[in-house]
């Protein structure tokens, strides 16, 4: 079964800490992402990376970096958290072949106080 | 580029009643087409998708949705709901040919199943 697994379902930081989100898959995908999902804005992509140390910038990539150096591995950087990156952080993977779906995990609920 | 519009962000219906989630879809090239299912606090899973063929596709849990080129539609429908089919749907779109992986989302209708 595929399986997208991000390490921390539920965090708690402070204005100004450096916050590291983690995703691991074990489908051997090329492709991985990192998505916002807001009240009422669906889902908004922050950064994807198409192969090892690859990285793209999505639709708001403002205030976040990512790192991928391995292909199992993708992981979401706030250098300076702040309130208004209080979300949900949702992780997905997929091969490169056109109409392919994409596996999500279970997200992680960000809150920055 | 493409962009996708949920035409309800809420939608109340009785158990057992007939459900239809509205999207539609502006691209100026083909299209690929998906719809995602949210259950409360989860990742999205794949519903069903459109990448050619026949219009009419069936998903998982009973879903279906038909594409339609002319109306730039992509409407999800199930014939009898159940409890457990309360949840966010998602639609989505890729361009064809192109980098799959940018998938666009609409955002969201929430479909709430009453007894």
């Known amino acids: 079964d595929v399986k997208v697994t991000q390490s921390s379902r539920y965090l708690v930081k402070r204005t100004g800490e450096k916050v590291f989100l983690e995703c691991v898959q074990d489908?051997?995908?090329?492709?991985m992402f990192w998505y916002r999902q807001d009240p009422g804005l669906g889902l908004r992509l922050i950064y994807f990376?198409?192969?090892?140390?690859?990285?793209e910038k999505g639709d708001i990539p403002e205030g976040y970096s990512v790192s991928r150096e391995k292909k199992e591995r993708f992981s979401l950087i706030l250098e300076s958290a702040s309130t208004n990156q209080t979300s949900m952080y949702l992780c997905a993977s997929t091969l490169t072949v056109s109409g392919n779906t994409i596996y999500f995990g279970e997200g992680s609920w960000l809150t920055v106080v | 580029a493409q962009s996708v519009t949920q035409l309800d962000s809420q939608v109340p219906v009785f158990e057992e009643a007939p459900v239809e989630l509205r999207c539609n879809y502006s691209?100026?090239?083909?299209?690929?087409l998906f719809w995602y299912v949210q259950y409360p606090n989860q990742g999205l899973q794949l519903l069903l998708k459109y990448l050619s063929g026949s219009t009419l596709v069936k998903g998982i849990n009973g879903f279906e949705a038909e594409f339609n080129k002319s109306q730039t539609s992509f409407h999800l429908r199930k014939p009898s709901v159940h409890i457990s089919d309360t949840a966010e749907y998602f639609c989505?779109?890729?361009?064809?040919?192109?980098?799959?992986?940018?998938?666009?989302f609409g955002k969201g209708t929430l479909l709430t199943v009453n007894p």
């Open positions: 691209s100026s090239v083909s299209v690929y």
């Open positions: 489908m051997d995908h090329e492709n």
């Open positions: 989505a779109v890729s361009v064809y040919g192109g980098s799959n992986y940018k998938l666009t």
């Open positions: 990376s198409y192969d090892v140390k690859m990285k």
